[in-house]
């Protein structure tokens, strides 16, 4: 999920708990242990490819909750004039930190919680990356102490802790998924019922939006192709209207700069992430005979700027010239 919603749960979550009677940090610990784990963006010095490699990595497990719930602590007790129970400020770093991969295991991109025993990408896909009405909830639950205080200064009434909205909010976040995971299983089923171009399915896939819960991306792979819908639960399926990718017929040469393209990092480590590629073969301009291999990311097309992409310039003779990873994190 994004830094806001990772931010506003561990504000919920220090309030709903009353963790505030733990110690009276819990506030801002909470806020830096929700976001702790996205530490790995360090890893983006060493260009895209690499941070594609290690984000959600090392720093997204339960076996490194642990130890990474020690670090909003310590920060906090730098700053902090006075000292504090050691022991309880733990405990809330430490529930603050497991809802961020409990987070991200909601969404399309993926969480890889089971390292270091297992490398294995597991999702849930059943809510976007940004989702407006979990955003819409936990704002509401964040300002809505903010407001009452001004309403109860106005009346001399006591002012409200919060901790009733912030616990309401908090509940609705596993009755969303939910919901939304009984649709999600709704739009695979819609899509995986259907022959496309007399072929049926080997796989199907159902991309949450931003928006409506009722609006998936429906993405169909078949023997021959793959197909990608706007699909709607409220509305007649059609499997004839959709954007259709034909696999590409690899010849000797095609086979041979895939092969080729395989043997590098740069593929080695997008395949390993990406669960619906699709590959694509052009000549290149120069030099002469060389083909330009190419592979997206179908989860996350776009088919004028792929937000993830893989390039290789493979010769005659079956060399590597040169291999490229594009990330544009805008079209994500």
Do not use: C
Request: aromatic share 12%; net charge positive; hydrophobic share 50%.
């Amino acid at each position: 999920m994004d830094p806001l919603t990772h931010t506003l749960t561990g504000l919920a979550l220090a309030r709903a708990g009353g963790l505030k009677r733990l110690t009276v940090h819990a506030v801002p610990i909470a806020l830096l242990a929700a976001n702790a784990p996205d530490l790995d963006i360090v890893t983006a010095a060493g260009g895209s490819l690499n941070y594609l490699h290690y984000h959600r990595h090392l720093t997204h497990t339960f076996a490194a909750a642990p130890l990474l719930a020690l670090l909003p602590v310590l920060l906090v007790r730098l700053f902090a004039r006075k000292p504090f129970d050691w022991k309880w400020a733990y405990v809330v770093s430490l529930l603050a930190v497991l809802t961020h991969p409990l987070l991200d295991w909601m969404n399309v991109y993926g969480i890889r919680f089971l390292l270091p025993f297992s490398g294995e990408w597991r999702r849930l896909d059943i809510v976007s990356l940004v989702d407006v009405w979990i955003w819409a909830v936990l704002l509401l639950a964040a300002a809505a102490p903010l407001l009452s205080r001004l309403v109860s200064s106005e009346i001399g009434a006591r002012p409200p802790s919060g901790r009733g909205i912030a616990i309401a909010a908090l509940l609705f976040l596993p009755l969303y998924a939910f919901g939304r995971s009984l649709l999600h299983e709704r739009a695979l089923a819609v899509l995986d019922s259907r022959l496309y171009d007399g072929s049926p399915a080997v796989r199907v896939a159902a991309i949450p939006g931003a928006f409506s819960p009722f609006r998936w991306t429906g993405l169909v792979e078949t023997g021959p192709m793959y197909a990608l819908f706007d699909l709607s639960l409220l509305s007649q399926f059609d499997p004839a209207e959709g954007r259709f990718l034909y696999k590409p017929e690899m010849g000797p040469r095609e086979k041979a700069a895939a092969e080729a393209a395989l043997r590098t990092d740069t593929f080695k480590i997008f395949l390993d992430f990406s669960q619906y590629p699709y590959w694509r073969f052009t000549p290149a301009d120069t030099p002469e005979d060389a083909i330009r291999v190419e592979v997206v990311d179908l989860r996350f097309y776009n088919p004028a700027h792929p937000p993830f992409r893989v390039t290789a310039l493979v010769d005659r003779d079956g060399r590597v010239l040169e291999s490229s990873f594009s990330f544009d994190r805008s079209r994500k």
